[in-house]
């Protein structure tokens, strides 16, 4: 797991509808948490890896959730649970608000020939489940639920009121998204935010930016990765 050399405060003030010196200011205190850093990192090297699939922009996910302030989160993807951690200490931070996660754990075969990598980047070490880098003193803001996203998003809008803060970290079909994303969009309002991972250098794809569109925004791009998201400009449904 490497430390990020240079977070992106203006595409977090563009999603936080703040200044960029508070975004920036907000950044610095998540890069000041040293020690969930050196947990994460840890845990990662005693798995056996470097680093598991994740989004390469946890210190934004942190400033975001800092700023916005949201009462509940929904994120789709967990892995060894680096932006889960970074999610509940900014949750932890405010004292407010819950981390609503989904994920379908993948494990590496039983059986790789010698040299062989260990699955996906986003495989689950043996013994281990989803979140597992996650320290135990963050956990009491969570609510993990594995199975299949197509079943619980939609169980999850049902139960929530309001989703304040959405993070979609998955490998997605795009006609799977735009369904996922209308299931979670019944609860947004304005001042909301959605944010959704292509993998490195991957494009917008469409059904994010019609989602924008139909909430009265444009998708900004995290630098250089391919992280978008939005903040909703319109309240009630779309």
């Known amino acids: 797991m490497r430390a990020e050399a240079a977070p992106d405060s203006h595409w977090v003030a563009l999603l936080a509808g703040s200044s960029a010196a508070r975004a920036g200011a907000v950044l610095e205190e998540a890069r000041g948490d040293r020690a969930l850093y050196r947990h994460l990192a840890r845990k990662h090297r005693e798995a056996g890896r470097p680093s598991y699939g994740e989004i390469d922009a946890p210190l934004e996910l942190y400033a975001i959730a800092r700023m916005v302030r949201p009462r509940q989160v929904v994120e789709v993807g967990v892995s060894s649970g680096v932006s889960s951690a970074y999610l509940l200490a900014a949750l932890d931070r405010n004292r407010r608000g819950v981390l609503h996660s989904v994920d379908r754990p993948s494990r590496p075969p039983p059986k790789r020939p010698q040299g062989r990598p260990l699955g996906p980047s986003w495989a689950i070490p043996e013994g281990e489940g989803s979140g597992w880098a996650v320290p135990a003193r963050l956990r009491r803001r969570w609510d993990l639920r594995i199975g299949d996203k197509r079943d619980l998003l939609p ?70 990765l391919g992280l978008y998201g939005f903040r909703s400009l319109q309240d009630g449904p779309a």
Do not use: N
């Not at 998955?170 to 996922?180: F, G, T």
């Not at 019944?186 to 959605?194: L, W, Y």
């Not at 490195?200 to 630098?223: V, Y």
């Open 155 to 224: 169980r999850l809008a049902e139960e929530l009121d309001r989703v304040d803060l959405f993070v979609y970290d998955v490998p997605h079909d795009d006609r799977d998204a735009a369904r996922e994303f209308r299931a979670i969009d019944r609860r947004f309002g304005i001042g909301s935010v959605a944010i959704a991972d292509h993998g490195p250098g991957g494009g917008l794809c469409p059904s994010l930016r019609g989602w924008a569109h139909r909430r009265g925004a444009t998708p900004h791009q995290c630098q250089d």
